[in-house]
């Protein structure tokens, strides 16, 4: 479970506290607007520079399941030789602050993450907080001369708006940007673009994906902390909310927030990046001009979000991409390579798969010059070699696994998806815009 922090300066956030604190004195609703506005800091002239034999100084901003299971394995490659420390953990929730900090040996424990932006001993953070806190938090990391490294998806679905600007601010900080998608660091997917630009299967013309699993994001997935959890001091409630709309504490939204379709976007955002990504990638598609979709809940009805969601995008050059998936059943139905179902891209001269350690070419009926054949992939994948890519990056300045133009391109097309599915009919990209129009 990723953990909750905002962005926000602290007059803003103490008076609208005051404000909240006001009216849901007056109403069970909550309906006050929150501060839809993320703390701007000031951006730092520049940052440390690293020599051959320097520690690189990491953070991370999120101390639930997802921002410790990062943060071991920033440990273990130190532990390995990199030369890594960790160097500062924050959280909004101060029992997981102290126990991430105690586990981790750090001294430095920010309840703030503009207090822990500010540490000079930082040079590179991750963020593994709710979906709709991710934005601000980059922004307001590149402007302060980190380096990130952000858990997917890189902003809430509603944020459309916020993506871009999170993406232009990435672009001119000149900072290395990482999506936590890990599964882009599959050698497999690397050699495949290769073939795909040498033209092995001619023009791409579909590419197919899935993601399949169980799991209901409620009482098993994401386990409430504590039930007797109240704001105050050791829980910011305020911070939680962010841009969200305002509403009472409610220990279930925040102890399981991907529940909750303010905070989350069920699979479509949450886990379709894993798989969308690396198609999009491959086949060097950009940015959809079209995407439909549909879904629900088919089996998990405490929920708000959907466990179900298919979509079909179109892309410049005449190329549709499917993706399907569900939570409520984990057979991939083709052969899997992490995390779910194998895509499968098909040209005019024919196809690749995936099976086991292989890339599997197979030629259309009218093509005799390709031969079918099995191309090693050249490894298999290792969760930590995403990190150890990104900790690389911040020495070397060269373009991480998975870059922020990558990243825009992929949640554009998730954010599209779920704009369709809300309102029931297609969404169109306008390129001269950058805007959803549905």
Partial sequence: ???????????????????????????????VAAAGAWQVLPRKASARVL???????????????????LLGLVQSLRDAGTAVEIVAVCDIYRPRLTRTASRFGVKAAYSRHQDLLQDPAVDAVGIATPDHIHGGQVIDAVRAGKDV??????????????TRRMTEEVRKSGRVFQLGTQYMSDPAWHKAR??????????????????????????????????????????????????????????????????????????????????????????????????????????????????????LADYPGQVTLSMVGTQAND???????????????????????????DIVFTPGPDVKDRPARRIPAGGD???????????????????????????????????????????????RFDPASGKIVV
């Fill in 194 to 311: 290769e073939l795909i630009v040498e033209g092995l299967i001619g023009r791409v013309v579909h590419v197919e994906c899935g993601f399949f699993r169980v799991g209901d994001w409620g009482e098993r997935g994401m386990p409430i902390d504590d039930p007797d959890a109240r704001p105050g001091p050791d829980l910011d409630w305020e911070a939680f909310l962010g841009d969200a709309p305002p509403r009472p504490f409610d220990a279930s939204r925040f102890f399981r927030w991907r529940m909750y379709e303010d905070y989350s976007g069920g699979p479509v955002t949450d886990l379709y990046p894993h798989a969308v990504t690396q198609a999009v990638y491959m086949a060097g598609l950009g940015i959809p001009e079209l995407v439909t979709a549909t879904g629900g809940k088919l089996r998990y009805q405490e929920r708000e979000v959907p466990d179900t969601f298919h979509l």
């Fill in 51 to 69: 020599g051959a034999n320097d520690r690189l100084g990491f953070a991370m901003i999120g101390c639930g399941g997802e921002g410790n299971y």
């Fill in 149 to 162: 490294y952000c858990e997917k998806p890189v902003t809430h679905w509603r944020q459309i708006d916020l």
């Fill in 331 to 357: 057979h991939p139905g083709a052969p899997a390579r992490a995390p779910s179902r194998a895509p499968v891209i098909r040209g005019w001269d024919g196809t690749i798969t995936f099976e086991g350690s």
């Fill in 1 to 31: 479970m990723k953990t909750p922090t905002t962005c926000g300066d602290h007059v803003r956030r103490v008076s609208a506290a005051r404000t909240r604190r006001r009216f849901l004195s007056q109403t069970a609703a909550g309906a």
């Fill in 381 to 427: 994948f290792d969760h930590a070699a995403h990190m150890a890519d990104f900790l690389a990056c911040c020495r070397t300045r060269k373009t991480p696994s998975c870059p922020i133009d990558l990243t825009f391109q992929v949640q554009t097309a998730l954010q599209m998806a779920v704009q369709a599915w809300r309102a029931g009919r297609a969404a």
